[in-house]
């Protein structure tokens, strides 16, 4: 289990290929990654903010309990904080298992929990200023089906 909260920026396809070679006998790697949305009028930038330490914490704990779930090889969470501008890489999830069915829904899962349940806060910083993002319902009802 790889658990990353970092400020630099990623390589997509290095980590995607890092995390398959180490993947022996395993028949199916899964991979998620999100992007800031230029959804605010005027979006500058996103600020991700965490607290070092408890947020780690926290996200080893959402990929144990899928761990417990699924039947996995290994899982990648790379999470990054600060200021990052549209279309960057903010986040993104690896599951590994022998059969695809259970890496898919590992992946889902992390995503959904990641969503909800890690302890990160996020600001849009537009043109016009700056406001906290706040939960939303439907995040909240995609931890139902799990």
Do not use: C
């Amino acid at each position: 289990m790889d658990i990353r909260v970092q400020d630099a920026a990623f390589d997509l396809g290095e980590e995607v290929n890092a995390f398959a070679a180490r993947q022996s006998g395993m028949g199916a790697v899964v991979s998620f990654t999100g992007i800031v949305r230029d959804i605010a009028p005027g979006l500058e930038a996103m600020q991700i903010e965490h607290y070092p330490g408890m947020t780690e914490k926290a996200l080893a704990g959402i990929a144990e309990e899928a761990r417990t779930r699924w039947n996995l090889g290994d899982v990648l969470v790379i999470h990054r904080h600060g200021a990052l501008k549209p279309d960057e890489m903010i986040m993104m999830v690896a599951t590994s298992s022998p059969h695809r069915a259970d890496a898919f829904q590992a992946a889902e899962f992390l995503m959904d929990y990641l969503k909800s349940r890690a302890p990160f806060w996020k600001k849009e910083v537009t043109r016009d200023g700056a406001d906290w993002v706040e939960a939303k319902d439907e995040d909240e009802d995609a931890l139902g089906r799990w």
